[in-house]
C-alpha cells in the first residue's frame, strides 16, 4: 500500500516522515501519473492559492475530484481542508467541492497567532490530541458530515465516507495516531 502527499507546495516532507514513521510507504504526487499510484492522498498545509493554482495546472484537479467522488480516500489538513471544502470566503476562492463544510481561511489570525490545544476526538474514543493550528481556517458550516473533533464550539475535525479534514496540522506534533487511523481508512479501501 502507497500513501500520496499532493507535492505541490506546503508540508509534505512533514507528513511523509509520519508515514515512515509507521511503517507506510509514502510518495511524493504531483502528477496525474503518480496519483493513479497510490491508494490514498494527504493534501498538506500550505498555502492553498498556490496549490490550487498548480493542481489545475497539472490537470490534477478535475481528475482528483472524480476519484474522491468515486470513493479515493483523502484526508485534508488546513490548507488540504480548503482545497476540499465546499465553500471557501476571506476570500473566496475556487475548491475540489467535495466535502459539505463552509471555511473562513485563516479564521484563527495570522502566523503569530498560532497556537496549541488539547483536543478530545472520537476517533480516539475521546483521548485528547495535541492539535497545532498554524494560520488556521475555521469550520463556519458543517453540512452533511461527521464532527470528529470541536475547539471553542467550532468542528476542527470532520469526516464524510471516503474523506477526512482537520482544520490543524497532526503531522507537527509527535502524535501518529490521527496518520494510523487514515492509514486504517485506506487499507480498508483497498479491501473493499
Known amino acids: 500500500m502507497k ?8 508540508d509534505i516532507e512533514e507528513h511523509l516522515a509520519m508515514l515512515s514513521k509507521i511503517g507506510v510507504e509514502g510518495i511524493r504526487v504531483k502528477s496525474v501519473k ?24 497539472t490537470g490534477l484537479f478535475d481528475h482528483l475530484k472524480e476519484k474522491i467522488r468515486n470513493g479515493f480516500p483523502v484526508y485534508g489538513t488546513c490548507a488540504g481542508l480548503i482545497l476540499l471544502a465546499k465553500d471557501v470566503s476571506n ?13 473562513s481561511r485563516n479564521g484563527y489570525g495570522r502566523q503569530i497567532d ?23 481556517p475555521i ?31 497532526p503531522e ?11 492509514v486504517r481508512m485506506v487499507e480498508n479501501a483497498v479491501s473493499h
Not at 496519483?35 to 496549490?51: A, K, Y
Not at 476570500?91 to 463552509?102: M, W
Not at 467550532?154 to 465516507?161: A, C, E, K, Q, Y
Not at 507537527?172 to 494510523?180: C, G, N, P, V, Y
Open 139 to 169: 469550520i463556519t458550516r458543517a453540512g452533511n458530515v461527521e464532527v470528529i473533533g470541536t475547539y471553542g464550539g467550532n468542528p476542527v475535525f470532520v469526516r464524510d465516507t471516503n474523506v477526512i479534514a482537520s482544520t490543524f496540522h
Open 34 to 57: 503518480t496519483l493513479e499510484e497510490v491508494d490514498g492522498l494527504i493534501m498538506p498545509g500550505g498555502e492553498s492559492t498556490t496549490m490550487l493554482r498548480l493542481l489545475k495546472l
Open 172 to 182: 507537527l506534533s509527535e502524535d501518529t495516531r490521527i496518520h494510523e487511523f487514515f
Open 114 to 136: 498560532s497556537f496549541h490545544a488539547m483536543i478530545p476526538l472520537s476517533i480516539l474514543d475521546g483521548d485528547l490530541f495535541d492539535a497545532v493550528f498554524i494560520r488556521a
Open 3 to 10: 500513501i500520496g502527499v499532493l507535492g505541490m507546495q506546503g
Open 91 to 103: 476570500p473566496v476562492q475556487d475548491s475540489l467541492k467535495v466535502l459539505d463544510v463552509a471555511v
